[in-house]
């Protein structure tokens, strides 16, 4: 009976020990992100496609470098020698499904071209003495671009100046992101629209259209829809059919 209950006291330390564990491991809130963009997903798309999406981030760029090598989705090398670890996001890791959609992404926008990088300043470096901050393509934020094309989990380790969780909103990337059905996290709202009764929907921002059943629709914010009565009323407009349905 002694043994026994020595046992369950052992038992009851070690698992205070590692609920203490895991709870100081668990410095950042990960939003979660599906992995599940195809591998060549980017490769027909030009820069100019994906960038266009997206506004101007308000960051400035406080250098600009040449990225020389894209070690996955949030890690690059500068020639001015400098590692930059992109602050405020998480990219699937090598071996990991997602890790070459992410990877591919960056060194389309990235690689052997100029960007710039805003450091955080509120800390500018992490513990492997890679640089934190935002990088910049075209003005744009990248961190924030991986985010919405669900490439990418928020990972806010504080303290940091920038809002992650801000980038992660999901109103602008709906087309690129429509085949993405498992994050729950910082998926739109499910509108109920007269196209689920058929007919097609197209994005007045993107000029793509599909299916009125195509999970994109479900993920487009009211203002951006325009409804077509056929295919052909579509293409007449100027719209583009979505590579995930196949309208
Ligand atoms: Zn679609």
């Known amino acids: 009976m002694m043994i026994f209950n020595r046992k369950i006291v052992i038992f009851s330390i070690l698992l205070v020990m590692l609920m203490l564990l895991s709870a ?62 992109l602050v405020g996001v998480n990219t699937p890791e090598k071996g990991v499904t997602g890790y070459r959609a992410s990877k591919g992404f960056v060194e389309k926008l990235c690689l052997n071209k100029e960007v710039g990088i805003n450091v955080d300043d509120r800390k500018y470096r992490d513990k492997y003495g890679r640089t934190l901050a935002v990088v910049l393509v075209d003005g744009r934020n990248l ?3 991986l985010l919405k094309e669900h490439l990418a989990e928020v990972m806010y380790i504080p303290p ?79 719209y583009v059919g979505c590579k995930m349905c196949n309208p």
């Open 143 to 145: 961190n924030e671009m």
């Open 24 to 85: 100081s491991s668990a410095n950042y809130r990960g939003t979660g992100f599906s992995h599940d963009v195809p591998d060549n997903y980017y490769d027909s798309f030009s820069v100019e496609d994906i960038v266009s999406k997206y506004n101007e981030s308000p960051y400035t760029s406080e250098k600009r470098a040449v990225c020389t090598h894209v070690v996955d989705g949030d890690t690059i090398y500068l020639d001015s020698g400098e590692k930059v670890r």
């Open 160 to 238: 940091s100046e920038f809002s992650p969780y801000k980038w992660a909103d999901t109103t602008q990337a709906e087309d690129v992101t429509a085949h993405n059905t498992t994050n729950t996290s910082i998926q739109a709202e499910k509108v109920d629209t007269p196209s689920s009764s058929g007919g097609y929907v197209g994005n007045v921002n993107s000029h793509k259209f599909h299916r009125a059943s195509c999970e994109g629709v479900d993920k487009m914010s009211e203002k951006n829809k325009i409804y077509f009565q056929s295919r052909q009323e579509a293409i007449d407009n100027g």
